[in-house]
């Protein structure tokens, strides 16, 4: 319950975060951290405007996708703790309940008739199927590692002690926090920022919600930051006490927050015919972990 309502906690001042550090980089003092929080309350508040050529599809399509990133977030553990739901390879019920509520936002936007939205929709499936791989191949190596499958398993027996470990910890902290910023369709795979439809992906996707759904939408997003930088800090935290944990959970949400906005600000789009390419190297770097840990064990 605890990494729940920290998760919850940290998706408020996440994307803020990210706002100010760009803004920091650009030498612009920027907004305040609960800017965006204040933006989302605002569309919650306003009432959604449907297409004529739209059905229930579209309308029911933002809740199901914020409801499916509350099932995820149920899932990640706290400082060995298990999650709100935990069972055996429920790392298997994450991708999947995430990939429940993509489906529905991806249809939701077919549904509309826009051949820009489709287009947008496309992407972005192609690019979450492309990312799956390396998120299973990762966990699997953990669950290799540490003779476990679930989260609160792999986490809770996964030590350092040795120069390996922490090659480890690090290579799959740079698979999660990459596979954070393709899911957010975040740089250098989309630019939040731009406003053509030709090279947008997820902002063209929900280019027709408005209003309480544009809200849900938003707020999903920051959740999923929050959620997967929890994952990243449960590699970390190990068996630490709670207040340590919870110290430790803090620093790391806003590092990856910090870099985050450091990638949005040095670098640049990837041309879409790359895009593929880059997330596919992802995959690559988790096999290489996964050949690191079958070595280090002796199997091969």
Not at 30 to 50: A, C, E, T
Not at 79 to 107: M, P, Q, R, T
Not at 214 to 219: D, K, N, S, V
Not at 248 to 262: D, H, M, Q, R
Request: proline share 2%; charged share 10%; net charge neutral.
């Amino acid at each position: 319950m605890i990494g729940f309502i920290l998760i919850l906690i940290a998706s408020f001042f996440f994307t803020g975060i990210v706002i100010r550090v760009k803004s920091i980089a650009q030498g612009r003092k920027g907004p305040v951290i609960l800017q965006p929080m204040y933006d989302i309350w605002r569309l919650l508040r306003k009432g959604s405007v449907f297409s004529t050529t739209s059905s229930t599809i579209f309308q029911i399509a933002p809740s199901i996708y914020f409801a499916s990133v509350l099932m995820a977030m149920a899932v990640v553990p706290f400082c060995g703790n298990e999650g709100l739901i935990s069972f055996e390879a429920d790392f298997v019920f994450f991708a999947y309940v995430l990939a429940i509520g993509k489906f529905f936002n991806i249809i939701g936007a077919l549904d509309t008739g826009s051949s820009f939205e489709g287009m947008g929709a496309s992407r972005e499936a192609l690019f979450s199927m492309l990312a799956e791989p390396a998120f299973f191949v990762l966990m699997g190596t953990l669950g290799l590692l540490t003779g476990h499958m679930s989260f609160a398993n792999i986490f809770q027996t996964f030590h350092f002690g040795t120069y390996n470990s922490y090659a480890f910890a690090g290579i799959a902290a740079i698979v999660l926090f990459v596979i954070c910023l393709i899911e957010n369709s975040r740089m250098p795979v989309d630019d939040p920022k731009t406003h053509l439809e030709l090279t947008m992906i997820h902002e063209v996707m929900v280019l027709d919600n408005s209003g309480f759904d544009m809200g849900l939408i938003m707020q999903a997003t920051n959740m999923k930051f929050a959620m997967y930088s929890a994952l990243i800090a449960n590699l970390f935290i190990g068996s630490l006490s709670i207040a340590a944990s919870i110290a430790a959970f803090i620093g790391i949400e806003i590092l990856c927050a910090i870099g985050v906005g450091f990638v949005e600000s040095f670098m640049a789009r990837y041309r879409m015919s790359h895009n593929a390419q880059f997330i596919l190297v992802l995959t690559s770097l988790a096999l290489l972990m996964f050949f690191g840990v079958v070595a280090s064990l002796g199997k091969l």
